[in-house]
């Protein structure tokens, strides 16, 4: 686990180091400092991520535009800038590793070769797109807001990839939530994909209804099948494997109890992995520790649910 810390226990210390953490013996690989209290923030418009090889943190202030790649096992500095005719770069991590960067007045995405560390492709974004976001790095997906330069609260668009870096599919998701923040260009909370197949909630039609969750084709960018909510419920999902996608439904007013449910990848066949009470007093705290956009992440293993917010 790569992490992010302040140089000092003094109150509103900056984020200065960064470390890596083995979390199956508990104890710290390296830490290494990154930048100056002069040059560093507060944690705002911070990346950080970790692949199988590389741990890389990337942030851009007034001061300073910072980006950095460290080996995973040594802590050794693998490059300490964003590409060549970029400025920072901000990262996603998974099974290897992509930056988006700002690059001659466009966004840019670049996938790191495992080995070298070096930008293995980089694919220039259309030059029309609003804010762009980090969606995915293995597959490499992209959200962006088109139209409305004013409401960029979320992506309306995601973007897949050849293995030349041309563009695969062009997915319009105006009426879904990918959970994209606008101000952090890496990672879309409320969207998980597989190497085929994104999937992605809806809204909530209208206030007395709930959402539908949509499989796409990530080569054509068409709809594979939908699975409805029943009467209030609102579903999202929390991650997705070859067998298909695991989905947390809020119950909403339903007073069903939520749960936590495995939609299969060909035909969206639930399965229910684990359900809540049908208290309504639970039913409500998880909707509050669930908000549509997934900003604050839900896990679930080997059969546990875990919820956490991390604002007021």
Same mark, same amino acid.
């Given at each position: 686990?790569?992490?992010?810390?302040?140089?000092?226990?003094?109150?509103?210390?900056?984020?200065?180091?960064?470390?890596?953490?083995?979390?199956?013996?508990?104890?710290?690989?390296?830490?290494?400092?990154?930048?100056?209290?002069?040059?560093? +923030?507060?944690?705002?418009?911070?990346?950080?991520?970790?692949?199988?090889?590389?741990?890389?943190?990337?942030?851009?202030?007034?001061?300073?535009?910072?980006?950095?790649?460290?080996?995973?096992?040594?802590?050794? +500095?693998?490059?300490?800038?964003?590409?060549?005719?970029?400025?920072?770069?901000?990262?996603?991590?998974?099974? +290897?590793?992509?930056?988006?960067?700002?690059?001659?007045?466009?966004?840019?995405?670049?996938?790191?070769?495992?080995?070298?560390?070096?930008?293995?492709?980089?694919?220039?974004?259309?030059?029309?797109?609003?804010?762009?976001?980090?969606?995915?790095?293995?597959?490499?997906?992209?959200?962006?807001?088109?139209?409305?330069?004013?409401?960029?609260?979320?992506?309306?668009?995601?973007?897949?990839?050849?293995?030349?870096?041309?563009?695969?599919?062009?997915?319009?998701?105006?009426?879904?939530?990918?959970?994209?923040?606008?101000?952090?260009?890496?990672?879309?909370?409320?969207?998980?994909?597989?190497?085929?197949?994104?999937?992605?909630?809806?809204?909530?039609?209208?206030?007395?209804?709930?959402?539908?969750?949509?499989?796409?084709?990530? *080569?054509?960018?068409?709809?594979?099948?939908?699975?409805?909510?029943?009467?209030?419920?609102?579903?999202?999902?929390?991650?997705?494997?070859?067998?298909?996608?695991?989905?947390?439904?809020?119950?909403?007013?339903?007073?069903? *109890?939520?749960?936590?449910?495995?939609?299969?990848?060909?035909?969206?066949?639930?399965?229910?992995?684990?359900?809540?009470?049908?208290?309504?007093?639970?039913?409500?705290?998880?909707?509050?520790?669930?908000?549509?956009?997934?900003?604050?992440?839900?896990?679930?293993?080997?059969?546990?649910?875990?919820?956490?917010?991390?604002?007021?």
């Amino acid at each position: 686990m790569a992490v992010v810390l302040a140089g000092s226990k003094k109150p509103y210390s900056k984020c200065t180091e960064v470390a890596v953490i083995d979390i199956n013996h508990g104890r710290k690989v390296w830490q290494k400092t990154v930048a100056s209290d002069s040059t560093a +923030t507060m944690g705002l418009d911070l990346s950080v991520a970790i692949s199988e090889s590389f741990a890389a943190v990337g942030w851009a202030t007034d001061e300073a535009e910072e980006s950095w790649g460290f080996a995973i096992d040594t802590g050794k +500095t693998v490059w300490d800038s964003a590409p060549p005719g970029c400025d920072y770069e901000e990262y996603v991590g998974g099974s +290897t590793l992509a930056g988006l960067a700002w690059c001659d007045d466009r966004f840019a995405v670049s996938q790191r070769d495992p080995l070298t560390g070096k930008p293995s492709r980089t694919v220039k974004l259309p030059d029309d797109l609003g804010y762009s976001y980090l969606a995915s790095a293995d597959p490499l997906v992209v959200a962006s807001y088109v139209g409305d330069e004013d409401n960029q609260l979320d992506a309306n668009r995601l973007w897949t990839f050849n293995t030349d870096g041309s563009v695969k599919a062009t997915i319009k998701v105006d009426d879904y939530v990918p959970g994209c923040q606008s101000g952090t260009g890496t990672g879309c909370g409320a969207f998980v994909a597989t190497q085929d197949t994104p999937y992605i909630g809806s809204d909530e039609e209208h206030i007395t209804s709930g959402n539908h969750l949509a499989a796409f084709d990530m *080569g054509t960018g068409k709809r594979k099948w939908t699975v409805d909510g029943v009467g209030w419920s609102v579903t999202r999902p929390l991650r997705a494997d070859d067998t298909g996608v695991i989905v947390f439904n809020h119950a909403g007013q339903n007073r069903d *109890g939520s749960g936590v449910f495995h939609l299969a990848a060909a035909d969206g066949k639930q399965t229910v992995l684990l359900k809540q009470s049908k208290d309504f007093a639970i039913s409500d705290t998880t909707a509050q520790l669930s908000p549509e956009t997934m900003r604050d992440p839900i896990l679930y293993e080997d059969g546990r649910l875990f919820f956490h917010r991390a604002s007021g």
